[in-house]
């Protein structure tokens, strides 16, 4: 079994980084074998642009979906983009690990989102939801939250956690087939002592270490 870590986080020694190598050790101690980015180390840029494509369709015009489809047929991606496909069309499993920021995922993380999820090679052509390219693997979202999980309820001031994560579950996660894990949460970690943080991480561990059994989640209506 594969899994696929997609990490960010412009701090090494966050707690998000102690997430991510709890992780990888995690999964490889449970017989995973373990494929990273960390987005930040790489300095992975996440500008969607023409250095999206060796290939050029219409030198004239950039329409990012055409210029996918036409890269998808001749090969076209520029290497930062065909290593990260390679992954995620690999991967049994993909985490993402990352500190909630405005209510959805750090602006790196999304533009790796807008770069590699290419039409024709990732999605398209009818291959969405329940036909996606990508069905059959199964995404799973680790974040850590400023705000408490009591603020994360119906009713609370944030509101439902699902409801926030809804458009990253169905709009990104299912549109290309994963089946889509409970998120895993980490509530406040910045207000904890140590000794409540270690704990966090072991509760992690211990949810990694049975993740193969875990049905997928309902991502619901909002
Ligand atoms: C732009 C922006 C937008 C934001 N938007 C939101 C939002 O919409 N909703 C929301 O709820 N919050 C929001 N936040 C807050 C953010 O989600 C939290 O600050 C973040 O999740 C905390 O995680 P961290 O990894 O950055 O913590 P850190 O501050 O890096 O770590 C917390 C503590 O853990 C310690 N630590 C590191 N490694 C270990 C280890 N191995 N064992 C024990 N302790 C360790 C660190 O030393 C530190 O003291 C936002 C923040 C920013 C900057």
């Not at 412009?10 to 102690?18: C, D, L, Q, Y």
């Not at 291959?127 to 680790?142: H, I, P, T």
């Not at 996660?173 to 991480?201: I, K």
């Amino acid at each position: 079994m594969k899994a696929f870590i997609v990490y960010w986080h412009p701090e090494p020694k966050s707690f998000n980084h102690a997430m991510f190598i709890t992780a990888q050790q995690a999964l490889i101690g449970h017989g995973w074998e373990v494929m990273t980015s960390d987005l930040h180390a790489m300095a992975f840029d996440p500008v969607s642009s023409r250095a999206n494509f060796r290939s050029v369709k219409d030198p004239h015009y950039l329409r990012p979906q055409i210029e996918e489809r036409h890269a998808t047929e001749v090969s076209g991606f520029s290497g930062d983009l065909a290593a990260e496909m390679a992954k995620l069309e690999a991967c049994d499993l993909m985490i993402w690990q990352f500190p909630l920021w405005w209510f959805g995922v750090p602006a790196v993380l999304k533009g790796w989102v807008d770069r590699v999820f290419a039409m024709g090679r990732i999605y398209g052509g009818g291959r969405v939801y329940d036909r996606g390219a990508l069905r059959g693997k199964r995404a799973m979202l680790s974040l850590t939250t400023g705000g408490p999980a009591s603020a994360y309820v119906k009713g609370g001031s944030n509101g439902d956690l699902h409801g926030i994560l809804r458009p990253i579950h169905r709009g990104m996660l299912q549109f290309v087939g994963f089946d889509v894990l409970a998120p895993h949460t980490v509530n406040g970690p910045v207000r904890m002592n140590d000794e409540q943080r270690r704990s966090e991480l072991e509760r992690f561990r211990r949810r990694l270490a049975t993740i193969v059994e875990e049905a997928p989640m309902d991502v619901g209506q909002y």
